[in-house]
Each structure stands twice: as C-alpha cells, then as structure tokens.
C-alpha cells in the first residue's frame, strides 16, 4: 500500500467512525429523546423564553441572558476568522511545509497536492464555524426583540412558542459551530500523517459520546 492509499484509507475509517456514532445517536434519540444534552437544552430554552415572556419581571435577566449567549458565539466566530487567516497562511507554503512536516509524520505521503487537500478540508471545517456562529448571531439579534414583547400581546409568529423555536434555532447554530471546531482537531492530526488522523478521530468520538450524552436520560 502505497502513501497515498494510507491516507485514503484513513480518511475512509475517520469518516465511518463519525458516520456510526451519530447513526448510534439517532437510534438512541428515537428510543428515548432525552438520551441527548441537545434536547435538554431545547427543552429547557422552550420553558425559559415562555416563563421571560410571562413574567415582565424578567425582561432584563432575558436580555442580558441573550447578550451572554450572543457574546459567546461572537468570540469563537471571531476565533474561527482567525483560525481561517492561519491557515490559508499555511497553504501559500505547502511545498515547503509538506517536507519539513514529513519528519513528524508517521506514514502518508508527502505530495503537495494531498497537503493542499487536507489545508481545504480543515478551512473548510473553519469556514462552516464561523458561518455557524454568525448565523447563531443573527438568530439571536431577532429573538431580543421578540422576547421583549408580553406574552398576551405576541400573537402568531410572535408568540412565545414561535419565539422559542427561533431562540433553539439559534442553539443548533451554535451546535454546529462547535461540531465544525471538534473536527479541526482531527483534521489538524491529519497534518502529521494518517495514523494520527485515525486516533485523533477515535478520541473524538469517545469525547463525543461522554458530552453528548444527557445525565437525565432513562437509558444509561
């Protein structure tokens, strides 16, 4: 097997490792839907955006709850601008870097076409975070003025139901986000050879399984 197959095979195994874990998720979610810390949060946002619309008293804790949450996204979209600008950085020297590299590699090949594709794959990655955190913003910036608004007077789209989907909309921006930046990691293992690419993905789904899994769920 030469360079090259090793790296195809690698990506092949990453990408079934990640593709069976959230097939196992799915399955565990239909089975019992609090399996997961993602449907605790919706749920959780759903009851707080009608208690805040309910009670006036809590305008403010809302707002300021909002301006937290969208802080927050702002800091790892501006990260991910970052991360961005670095590495297209490292493209501009991928001759130079795919040699020097190669002496912490362990196999895989050291061509600069394949360093240039493993440079889109993780920009790529970057690119759908900061996306992901900009569109959280955005969702966010609607939802301050619609939880503002009393909960007898928000009618249709306004109401406090439509405006706890709009608030979990942006939740699962921010999701994405973050699963966007768990895969750097693997990506960036990529750089040093396949073999690392393989175990920084079997790292990650073991991470994945302990975070996603909801302390709450009737299965354990």
Sequence with gaps: MNAIQLDTVAVAISVTLIASYYIFLLSRVRRDPDYTIQAINHKARTLWVEAVMRDRTKDIMGVQALRNFAMAATFKASSAILLIIGT??????????????????????????????????????????????????????HVVFMISLPADAALGPLSPARTAARLNQAGAFYTVGMRAYFVTVPLAFWLFGP??????????????YYLDRSPFSQEG
């Design 195 to 208: 073999v690392l690419l393989v175990l920084s993905t079997m790292g990650l789904v073991v991470i994945l």
């Design 88 to 141: 297209l950085t490292l493209s501009g020297q991928a001759e130079s870097l795919a040699r020097t590299w190669h002496v912490l590699s362990i196999g895989g090949s050291i061509a600069p076409e394949l360093w240039i594709i493993k440079i889109l794959c993780l920009l790529t990655a970057l690119l759908v975070a900061f996306f992901a955190f900009a569109m959280t913003i955005r969702v966010l910036n």
